[in-house]
């Protein structure tokens, strides 16, 4: 009998133990909770993040897929006025949604590439909406996202024109100067050389060649600066009133030629290929 009270004792005794531990472990759950309910979880906040602006792009792309379509259909100017007003519409409002999704992100050059993506597909009040928010950033990767997306621009305006010379005028450092200088001339030789015809279009192309030679001559270590320009500046000398640019060749008994030692002659060049 003694026995058997002793071990009624000491059950009840682990029972009150693990009682009071469950009891302490439960409280202090409770209170880990309580003191890190106002932290954010950053893991959880990027992935959500990126998950939202994917999500405006997959609208994006919709949206504008199926205003195209709308446009193209459209037999009167009337009709296109109010699809192209609602596209401007809705583009504004996608710029809007984007800026308080990234607010939650920490990431600049993140923030800075999906404003900049956006940019590159709108106009009017959402586009400059969307330059305020990169300018505003004051970081030198955020002005090349920027300009990545002018880069990619279908189709241009004054407006646009005005920040490239604006961000060129006073660049962040090195790169952003060469860099704004060969976006300068890319826009001006893609969207204005097109419209322009006599004095206006030699003024406007030595311009651009003028852009593309400091580019050449002073930001030769920025590679892709460096060679596009060059590139560029030989593509624009393929024109009537251009010296022609020089070509090497071998003659048909061996003999190294040039294009140059027939200046001042009437040339016919021919090219072929024997495979």
């Excluded at 586009?127 to 030198?140: G, P, V, Y």
């Amino acid at each position: 009998m003694t026995e058997r009270r002793f071990w009624l004792h000491r059950c009840l005794l682990m029972v009150a133990m693990l009682s009071l531990i469950s009891a302490i472990t439960t409280t202090s759950i409770a209170q880990e909770k309580e003191a890190n309910k106002d932290k954010p979880d950053t893991e959880e906040v990027e992935v959500d993040v990126d998950d939202a602006v994917t999500e405006l792009k997959k609208d994006m792309r919709s949206k504008v897929s199926e205003l195209t379509k709308e446009y193209r259909k459209a037999t009167k100017q009337s009709e296109r006025n109010k699809i192209t007003n609602r596209r401007r519409k809705f583009e504004l409002q996608t710029a809007k949604k984007l800026i308080e999704v990234i607010k939650e992100r920490d990431s600049v050059e993140d923030n800075a590439r999906d404003l900049a993506y956006f940019f590159g597909q709108s106009k009017g009040k959402a586009q400059a909406l969307l330059f305020e928010q990169i300018d505003q950033m004051d970081d030198a990767e955020a002005t090349n996202q920027l300009l990545r997306g002018i880069q990619r621009l279908r189709s241009g305006s004054s407006q646009v024109e005005k920040w490239i010379r604006q961000i060129k005028k006073d660049p962040d450092n090195e790169d952003v100067a060469g860099f704004s200088t060969l976006v300068l001339a890319e826009y001006l030789n893609k969207f204005e050389r097109p419209g322009k015809t006599g004095k206006a279009l030699e003024k406007l192309q030595d311009e651009i060649e003028s852009l593309l030679t400091t580019c050449v001559d002073e930001y030769e270590d920025h590679l892709y600066v460096g060679s596009k320009a060059e590139q560029m500046l030989t593509a624009m000398n393929v024109r009537v009133g251009k010296i022609a640019p020089d070509i090497v060749g071998v003659d048909t008994d061996d003999v190294e030629f040039k294009l140059s030692d027939y200046r001042g002659k009437v040339v016919l060049i021919d090219f072929w290929g024997d495979w």
